[in-house]
């Protein structure tokens, strides 16, 4: 099966000092990847050279069998990507929530009525279309997340790149963050500190340590109650991120 996304040799490096190095990574079709590791080990960093927004020092990206180095390639590739910012601030910037949500739609061509459309439905899934005529930027945290993630799947994209996805979301959110998560079709790399949630959606996992990857498992611990962490493969026993007691 063709990988969806791969990376060969990548080394990134920022003011002079490298922050990934030699790093390889594939995801293939349906597959959920868990990257995890400590705060500055460059996850937010790797989501980026996958869409072009950092570009490689050396190696290659491939995104859906294509090379890309330029932002034109990238710019082709980039309607089939989700990517969720760590920020939601950063991501929207409409004055309403339909328009934020119809914006991806309507800058690929969509009509009017038809990015409208698209807006409505995914809301309506994500059980928040009374949010529609809202302001973007007055919502909750949790609100804001959803509204931003309702924003790619109007573009029915075929692979989410999600940083902290969890950041700001009260357990109402949560749940349906999650939901909408695992009803998801397509592929996904996860980047989040949330063990848990990591654990419950993942269906392999990673560690970034030192600018290169390592695998690592994701099981059950048995405390008072049990509940997922994810560890290094084969290669130590350190947790990594703290479990919910």
């Not at 996304?5 to 990934?20: A, C, E, I, M, Q």
């Not at 890309?68 to 309403?96: H, M, W, Y």
């Not at 790149?161 to 079709?185: H, I, M, Q, S």
Request: hydrophobic share 40%; glycine share 12%.
């Amino acid at each position: 099966m063709s990988a969806l996304l791969s990376l060969t040799d990548v080394t990134v490096s920022r003011d002079g000092k490298p922050v990934l190095g030699s790093l390889s990574l594939e995801l293939s079709p349906g597959e959920r990847l868990a990257i995890v590791g400590p705060n500055g080990a460059g996850k937010t960093t790797l989501l980026r050279t996958i869409v072009g927004l950092e570009r490689a020092d050396e190696g290659t990206v491939h995104l859906f069998g294509t090379e890309c180095a330029t932002e034109k390639q990238f710019r082709v590739q980039r309607p089939k990507i989700g990517f969720l910012f760590q920020d939601s601030d950063d991501q929207l910037f409409c004055p309403t929530v339909i328009e934020d949500v119809a914006f991806g739609p309507l800058n690929i061509g969509c009509s009017e009525a038809e990015a409208t459309d698209r807006a409505l439905e995914v809301l309506e899934g994500l059980g928040i279309a009374h949010l529609a005529d809202r302001v973007s930027h007055k919502l909750s945290g949790g609100e804001k997340r959803l509204v931003c993630l309702a924003g790619l799947f109007a573009m029915r994209p075929d692979v989410l790149l999600l940083d902290e996805p969890t950041n700001g979301v009260d357990d109402e959110n949560g749940r349906r963050l999650r939901a909408a998560l695992n009803g998801f079709a397509g592929a996904m790399i996860l980047v989040s500190h949330d063990s848990a949630f990591v654990a419950g959606l993942a269906t392999r996992a990673m560690i970034l340590k030192g600018g290169s990857l390592a695998p690592a498992e994701i099981h059950n611990h048995a405390h008072v109650h049990t509940h997922p962490h994810v560890h290094p493969g084969a290669v130590g026993h350190e947790h990594v991120g703290e479990g919910r007691e």
